[in-house]
């Protein structure tokens, strides 16, 4: 399984996420895996960045919380399907929630089996 280290990014004011990791990459191909959920992969068909819009409606949460979570993002792909979770833990008045979406989609890339973490703690 690869895992990467990711550099997280919050636009408050357009309510827009964007997830980049952290290692140098050669861009191939951008796949929507749901409205306003969109995963990049390098020329190798590593997961390298995603783009999340409305994410505080998405999670149904308030803004500020989206400004600074801890992120981890779980993909994996077989023949069939590419599915994805992304998980968000944040503390909201001294408790810690986690909320996430889950996707998956028919895999008509071509992309290869394979599992994959990205992660902002």
């Given at each position: 399984m690869n895992s990467f280290e990711l550099k997280y990014s919050y636009d408050y004011e357009h309510d827009l996420i964007y997830m980049v990791?952290?290692?140098?990459?050669?861009?191939?191909?951008?796949?929507d895996?749901?409205?306003?959920?969109?995963?990049?992969?390098?020329?190798?068909?590593?997961?390298?960045?995603?783009e999340i819009f409305s994410p505080s409606k998405r999670f149904n949460v308030d803004k500020k919380y989206l400004i600074d979570p801890e992120i981890e993002v779980y993909i994996s792909a077989n023949n069939d399907l590419i599915r994805t979770e992304i998980k968000f833990t944040f503390t909201n008045h001294s408790k810690t929630e986690v909320v996430s979406i889950k996707n998956k989609i028919a895999n008509n890339y071509n992309t290869p089996k394979m599992e994959t973490v990205l992660a902002k703690i």
């Open positions: 990791i952290k290692k140098k990459f050669n861009y191939r191909e951008s796949i895996l749901d409205y306003g959920i969109i995963l990049d992969f390098d020329e190798n068909y590593i997961p390298v960045a995603f």
